[in-house]
């Protein structure tokens, strides 16, 4: 009876060792290293491509050495590698467990940049849609949140060498956060909800001033009113857009001949 229950232990500590043979044979290797030499491992295997490895190794030397300048680096460098990775859920993580630890960390200006970067990225199309003006099915919310980050960084840190690139990033969000707002309107226009596609002009008009989509939005709320038979609003509306384009293709004979519909969508 002894020997078959020190077999049964042997068995379960065996399947113990091969279920986290990965983990044990790195532990077992690194054992004699010193934290200099974990970090710069772990960063060549990081530089390399190799995000699991790297990210095991700064792992175990969080373990060993969980204070110190090397520790702090090691939760920026497992971000950046689950950043790449394509893993944002553990970056974002990784990235809010260091601001929680280090808020006055030198390096906290980098922490807000790759926090934009994560958020920026989830849609890993979005690059494509800001070069075809296309953002009717990108998230807001995301645009909103990295662009927070973004100015996070710009307001606190205006001196960092990631702030030039971070506000050059902030004036893309605002044309896509204006662009999702004026597809938005142009849904409504389309389909006759006239009241709704002005409130979505309007916003677009008050709020993203500095985008491609303010004179699209004026020409779309003169037509607008017009189908709400409010011929005042939109003639108002329509010396608005002459004032501020006075060389719109909307103002144009041809395109007042079509306006019956919005013939650009």
């Known amino acids: 009876m002894k020997k078959f229950l020190l077999m049964a232990g042997l068995a379960v500590a065996l399947s113990a060792c091969s279920s986290t043979g990965t983990v044990d044979k790195d532990a077992q290797i690194t054992q004699s290293w010193s934290v200099e030499r974990l970090y710069a491992e772990a960063h060549d295997e990081l530089n390399s491509n190799n995000y699991n490895r790297a990210i095991k190794l700064y792992e ?126 142009r849904y409504y226009m389309n389909r006759g909800a006239y009241l709704a596609a002005i409130n979505r002009a309007q916003s677009v008009v008050q709020h993203y001033q500095n985008t491609p989509f303010v004179e699209e939005a004026l020409a779309m709320t003169v037509v ?14 329509q010396r608005v857009l002459a004032q501020n384009f006075p060389n719109s293709p909307y103002l144009q004979k041809p395109w007042q001949a079509k306006k019956s519909a919005w013939w650009r969508y």
């Open 224 to 237: 607008a009113y017009q189908h709400l038979d409010k011929p005042q609003l939109s003639e108002d509306t």
């Open 60 to 185: 175990i030397l969080q373990s060993r050495y969980p204070y110190g300048r090397f520790a702090q680096q090691a939760q920026l460098d497992t971000a950046y590698a689950y950043y790449k990775d394509d893993e944002p859920e553990k970056a974002l993580a990784a990235i809010e467990r260091f601001e929680r630890m280090h808020p006055q960390h030198p390096n906290m200006d980098y922490a807000l940049y790759l926090k934009a970067l994560v958020l920026l990225n989830e849609d890993k199309s979005f690059v494509n849609k800001l070069a075809a003006q296309d953002w009717s099915d990108r998230d807001p919310k995301a645009n909103r949140e990295s662009y927070a980050a973004f100015a996070e960084l710009v307001q606190r840190y205006p001196d960092s060498k990631y702030a030039a690139d971070a506000a050059e990033h902030m004036q893309k969000l605002v044309d896509a956060l204006g662009g999702n707002e004026m597809a938005v309107a």
